[in-house]
C-alpha cells in the first residue's frame, strides 16, 4: 500500500467540499493565559457527527467504483468513525454495516443510526476496537464488502489530514506547533504529509492517553506491536496496534510523541466545559491537556490544538469528575478497620478527620464473629497539601488504616 502525500489531502479537500464543515479556530482565552502565548483549539467536535472522522471515511467511501459500492461496505469504530462511514453512507446511497466493541457509549450508537438511517446496520462485537476490526474484516472477506478502514489507509489519511489544511487557511499568523491527538494514528499521520510538504518548519507534537500509548510503544519497538494490556477509557485513542501505513509516516515526519495520564485529560475535559463553553471527548481533550500540564511554552505558540470530537455519554461524567479528583490529589481511599463498639466511628469523625475534609464514601461491612469490620472511606480534600496532616493524624489514630493507592491493584475496583 502506497504512502500518502499532502497532494492527496490537497485533492480530498476538494471532494469533500460542501460535504463536510468549515469548523472554527478559535481562541483559548483559558490556555492563551496559562502558556502566556496564543492558543488555538481547531473544533472538529462541531464537525459532521461531532468529529473529524467523517473527513475520512466521507473521502474513502466517496473515491469507490460503482461495482464497489454495489459490494456495500463495512467497518469497525468505537463510535466517530462509524458516524462518518454512516454519514457517507447516507449521502452516497451506499448500504453499509459498521461492528462497534461493547465499549461504544450509547450516545454514540444513537447517533450512528440518526444519521445514517436505513442504509446502516449496528454490529456490536467483542469488547475492544481490536476485536470488533477483526470481525468486520471477516464479514469484509466472507460478503466481498469494501473493509473502510478508520486510520490505516490512504484515502483515509489523507481526508482526515484536511483538517489541518483547513487550519492554516484560517489562521492569520502562521502556527509554530500543531498539538494532535494519535490512537491508530490516521489524523496525525494526515497532518504530518500536509505540513511536511507546505510548511516544513512547523513542529507538530502527536500526544496519547499513557493507559493506550501503542505508538509509543511501536516507537520502541520499531514497528507497530499488539499493545495487550489497555487502559479503554480514551475510547477514541484506545487502539492496541497502530497502523503499519500511519507509523512510518509518524516515525519520520512528527517531531514528539508525548503521553498524559487519563486523569489529566478527565481535569482538562472540565475546564473545557466549564471555562471554554467546550463538550469535549476523552480523545478531544487530549491536545490541549499538553498545553495544560506545560509541556509546551509560549516559544512554541501560536499553538494549534485538535479538538478531534465532542462525543461524550453524560452519565460518564461521574467517573470523569472522580478520575479527575484523583489526579488532581483532592480525592483519596482508605481502609479503615473499625472497632466493633460504640464510638468508633465518632472517634474517626472528630480526632481524624478536620475542617474542609469531607467523607464522599463510606461502606462498611459488620462482621459479627470479629472484634473489627472493614470500612472502605472515600475521603475529599480541598488542597492537595492537606493530605500530609491528614495521614499524620490517621498514623496517630488507635485505628488500623490503609491508603489506596491509584497504581495498585486494589484501587481499580474503585475507578
Known sequence: MRQPTGTDVTAAAGRLGPMVRRTPLELSLRLSGLLKGDVLLKREDLQVGRSYKVRGAYNFISTLTDEERALGVACASAGNHAQGVA?????????????????????????????????????????????????????????????????????????????????????SILPKTVIVPIGGGGLAAGTAIWVRENFPDTTIIGVEPAGAASMKMALGAGEPVYMHDIDGFVDGTAVARVGDVTFPIIRDMVDDVIQVPEGAVCTEMIELYQSDGIIAEPAGALASTVVALGLVSAEDSPVVCIVSGGNNDLSRYDDIIERSAVHEGLRHYFLVSFPQQPGALRHFLDDVLSDNEDIVLFEYTKKNNRETGPALVGIEIDAPTRISSLLERMKASPLEIEKLEPDTPAFSFLL
Open 87 to 171: 454519514f457517507a453512507c447516507r449521502q452516497l446511497r451506499i448500504h453499509g454495516k459498521v461492528f462497534l466493541p461493547s465499549t461504544t457509549p450509547r450516545q454514540k450508537r444513537r447517533r450512528i443510526q440518526d444519521i445514517g438511517g436505513a442504509w446502516i446496520e449496528q454490529i456490536i462485537s467483542g469488547s475492544s476496537f481490536d476485536e470488533a476490526a477483526a470481525a468486520s474484516k471477516d464479514y469484509a472477506k466472507e460478503t466481498g464488502a469494501i473493509y473502510v478502514h478508520p486510520f490505516d489507509d490512504p484515502r483515509t489519511i489523507a481526508g482526515q489530514g484536511t483538517v489541518i489544511a483547513e487550519v492554516f487557511e484560517q489562521v
